[in-house]
């Protein structure tokens, strides 16, 4: 794995970087001036600068209306098409969240259906199909302050445990690979992270579902810069604090699916892992007041 983790937003970078570049040629092409075309559009000048350089991203409207600006306007549907292709790759929260959390988690659903081989790194937290209603709350808790996106909660909790029926199902299979530090990074509640702890166990008897925890005492091949998942040969789905990143060009596959075997390779499974999971539940226990009213995370009042 390249030594930091910009792989996907570099070449969602390339990508808008790309785009910005078939605008300045077709303005260039018209004889005209930043200032000009801006003028023309009635943007601010700076607005034409930005979207050439890639600092920003336009809209549909921006390029319908630089291609009629230039003269360009047989140039309109690719640009249109290579523009959404860069929304797939980089999905901001504030957008594909805007109307709750329901819908995304219909869509996890609905790729789910279409896949074989799940592949998900964890490094901090509970991969949404292992998570326990009470967890997965207190996550999208979070997401819903972070984002201040509508609440649907209740919505959004429902869909998540709907998920995991996929789980049961025997065409499927589930490769997770978890740090020990996911298991104990304070992010509910010390009775919620102990309930979560007792699902991780359950949930690793599954016959088709393989889990695997990286001790803290393991030497790492690659080091475990973000999560990630991988759907099948297709996809990987890797969440920012202000975007999705979709990422499907096969290079790209490769690269996460050889980063996911490496720490694949060092993880402990079976019986070994369940005791990392247990010296986990052990320590919080002893921690813990009894009242589930401790460890609370920022904001989790």
């Known amino acids: 794995m390249p ?37 023309s559009l009635s943007w601010p000048a700076s607005k034409v600068s930005k ?17 009629q600006a230039t003269g360009s306007q047989a140039e309109t549907e690719s640009l249109l098409a290579a523009l959404h292709t860069l929304e797939v790759q980089h999905a901001e929260w504030q957008r594909i969240l805007r109307t709750g959390l329901k819908p995304r988690q219909q869509e996890l659903i609905e790729w789910g259906e279409r896949t ?13 199909l292992l998570q326990t209603a009470e967890y997965a709350r207190a996550r999208f808790a979070e997401s ?13 909790v429902a869909a998540r445990l709907r998920r995991q029926e996929i789980l049961y199902r025997p065409d499927k299979r589930f490769h997770f690979v978890l740090t020990e530090a996911a298991l104990r990074f304070r992010l509910c509640p010390s009775d919620v992270m102990l ?17 695997g925890i990286i001790g803290f005492e393991t030497q790492y091949a690659t080091s475990p810069w973000h999560g990630f998942w991988i759907y099948d040969a ?13 990422l499907r060009q ?29 010296r986990s539940i052990d320590d919080l226990a002893s921690e813990s007041t009894g009242d589930g009213s401790d460890f609370r995370g920022p904001g989790d009042d």
């Open 3 to 39: 030594p930091n983790n910009t792989s996907g937003a570099s070449s969602v970078h390339e990508a808008r970087g790309a785009l910005g570049k078939r605008l300045r040629e077709l303005r260039t092409s018209a004889a005209l001036s930043g200032r000009q075309l801006a003028e």
């Open 51 to 67: 979207l050439e350089n890639g600092r920003q991203a336009p809209t549909d409207d921006d390029i319908r209306g630089w291609t």
């Open 116 to 128: 074989r081989l799940f592949r998900a790194f964890e490094a901090t937290v509970i991969p949404g």
């Open 144 to 156: 819903i302050r972070r984002l201040q996106l509508p609440n649907d909660i209740n919505e959004a």
């Open 195 to 211: 309930g979560q702890m007792d699902r991780l166990i359950s949930f690793s008897q599954l016959p088709n579902v393989r889990l």
């Open 234 to 246: 297709e996809r990987v789905l890797i969440e920012t604090f202000s975007a999705a990143l979709d």
């Open 250 to 278: 096969p290079q790209e596959i490769e690269l996460y699916g050889h980063a996911f075997d490496q720490l694949a390779a060092v993880a402990s499974y079976g019986r070994p892992a369940r005791a990392i999971i247990n």
